[in-house]
């Protein structure tokens, strides 16, 4: 009886802490009243042995999913249901989607013990304390978190506008918050706002020529692990992992992999909807309809009030020098130049059978991507409207992390291929230094061991090989039939990058690299660099 009334004496004890903890809202209150609730359960169930009796079932169970409930932060789930933190339930999806959880969705997709380091000697960052926002005060919103990454980057660079003179250089890359919140148990808001190389401004004193970008806007709304259905928004297009998850933490040299810098417009983002979720245990699908690319790279000033490109000349967004890097379709003040819609197709892979690998493939689909009023121009200065012209992308990736070692291999493909390329601004534009032929395409492949330091940093030399090329044969057009066609080898590249990247632990990374370029000009490519860079992602 003595231990029956102690155990009393101290769930009442406990449930006044409790209470207190709950009125006082400080920082670290959510933690402390996870930890009571915790007490409070073990010491329920303690006392119904001494009486005998049982708990009630749904107070037990409410009592136990509370102190299942981490403490939450940029890098943690607020709720056993929200796996947008922890990748908990699926590999790929809306989990893995979600910007807050791009750390550990990414390597729960790419590798089934997640981040750098081998499971067994893998130390967790410590928990940041406090609550939602930044890790540092309780959220003012219940259900919101707020997350970040960021890059700055240094080094020298060859220009090859000054002839490979080498220059010094400084880049405040990006910096990027992550606003999420959890509307309810099923429908989770993600949004992506990015400030890009110091911000812009108008002022000539501010010196600033960047961007301020939404990058993602969109509401999840999961009906099953099977089917999540996403709602119309900004969101990325599925296709490369580094299109994806293209954080810093992520990859391993200080500038994007190549294949990301054109033939894969990362980041590459446009109006859209969609559907995902998994097929079966290691594979899972995203299917996405979104505004197609427009082969416009011109600013506004060339869009006019009528919807149509302005005569009297423009830049084409696809090209044998930029590849699609232009072609992005604006995501804002109905400014789009096509009524074509696009299909991106996604599958996912994480094998059980081959621990340490994953992988994904998608195509990409625009039946059209020649834009209103897309003219080609003449040698007499006359215009000529330019007919249809549908593009498909294929790409294909794989991550390898070997079992029980350091190594680590990655590897991409990528195709573009034009149904009619004579109807690409490029090869109607009297320029004979950017045409383009049938398809592009580009490989890489990647080898990084992974090294454990005494203070648990881990220290990652890389090599990657990466070979493209944007001018291939097929060439058609009015530059073509005027004998502007100039194979100029500038769009045939290959690049060997080397360095190495430091981790004090997997929410940062310090890089160093070097990159030779090589190209089949005249002139050669002179864009070799050398250059440093850290990043974050919390």
Do not use: C
Request: charged share 20%; net charge negative; glycine share 10%.
């Amino acid at each position: 009886m003595a231990k029956l009334d102690a155990m009393e004496h101290r769930i009442n004890t406990l449930q006044v802490e409790l209470k207190d903890a709950k009125a006082k809202k400080t920082t670290g209150s959510v933690g402390q009243s996870a930890s009571l609730a915790s007490r409070r359960t073990a010491d329920a169930a303690a006392l119904a042995d001494v009486k005998g009796t049982q708990t009630g079932p749904a107070k037990a169970s409410d009592n136990a999913q509370s102190a299942s409930r981490p403490v939450s932060n940029a890098m943690a789930s607020a709720d056993p249901k929200d796996t947008r933190a922890s990748g908990a339930k699926t590999s790929d999806g809306a989990e893995q989607s979600s910007p807050i959880s791009r750390l550990a969705a990414a390597f729960a997709d790419s590798d089934p013990k997640p981040r750098f380091m081998p499971a067994a000697d893998l130390k967790a960052p410590p928990a940041r304390p406090g609550g939602d926002l930044f890790g540092v005060a309780p959220s003012p919103v219940p259900g919101m978190k707020i997350g970040m990454y960021g890059e700055i980057k240094l080094g020298s660079f060859q220009n090859p506008a000054a002839n490979g003179q080498w220059q010094n250089g400084f880049d405040m890359a990006r910096l990027v918050l992550l606003p999420t919140y959890q509307v309810n148990d099923s429908i989770t808001f993600n949004a992506e706002l990015e400030w890009e190389h110091g911000g812009t401004a108008f002022d000539n004193d501010d010196k600033l020529h960047g961007a301020v970008e939404v990058e993602q806007a969109f509401f999840d709304i999961k009906f099953s692990d099977y089917f999540t259905l996403r709602s119309p928004g900004v969101d990325l297009i599925p296709i490369s992992f580094t299109n994806l998850y293209h954080e810093p933490t992520l990859f391993y040299s200080v500038q994007r992999p190549e294949l990301a810098n054109g033939l894969i417009p990362t980041t590459w983002y446009a109006p859209s909807a969609g559907f995902h979720g998994k097929i079966v245990d290691g594979l899972n699908y995203q299917f996405q309809v979104s505004q197609s690319v427009e082969d416009f790279g011109d600013d506004f000033d060339h869009r006019g009030d009528n919807g149509h490109i302005i005569p009297g000349g423009y830049a084409g967004g696809i090209s044998g020098s930029e590849a699609l890097a232009l072609s992005k379709a604006p995501i804002g003040d109905y400014r789009q130049l096509s009524n074509q819609l696009a299909y991106t197709l996604r599958l996912s892979y994480t094998p059980s059978f081959l621990p340490g690998f994953a992988g994904s493939s998608a195509i990409y689909y625009s039946p059209d991507v020649t834009p209103r009023g897309a003219y080609a121009t003449n040698p007499d200065g006359t215009e000529t409207p330019l007919g249809k012209n549908a593009m498909t992308i294929f790409n294909t990736e794989a991550r390898y992390r070997v079992p029980n070692t350091g190594l680590e291999l990655r590897g991409e493909y990528a195709y573009v291929h034009f149904s009619n390329p004579e109807n690409l601004r490029a090869n109607n534009d009297l320029d004979d230094t950017n045409n383009v032929g049938k398809s592009m395409w580009g490989y890489s492949g990647e080898i990084a061991y992974h090294f454990r330091a005494p203070n648990d940093y881990d220290i990652v030399p890389f090599y990657r090989y990466t070979r493209q090329n944007f001018q291939t044969s097929g060439m058609l057009g009015s530059d073509i039939t005027n004998g502007l066609n100039n194979m100029t080898g500038s769009g045939d590249m290959t690049f060997h990058d080397v360095g190495l990247a430091v981790f004090p632990n997997p929410s940062l990374v310090y890089k160093l690299n070097y990159t030779k370029v090589i190209d089949h000009s005249a002139a050669g490519a002179m864009s070799d660099r050398i250059v440093a860079g850290v990043g974050w992602l919390w």
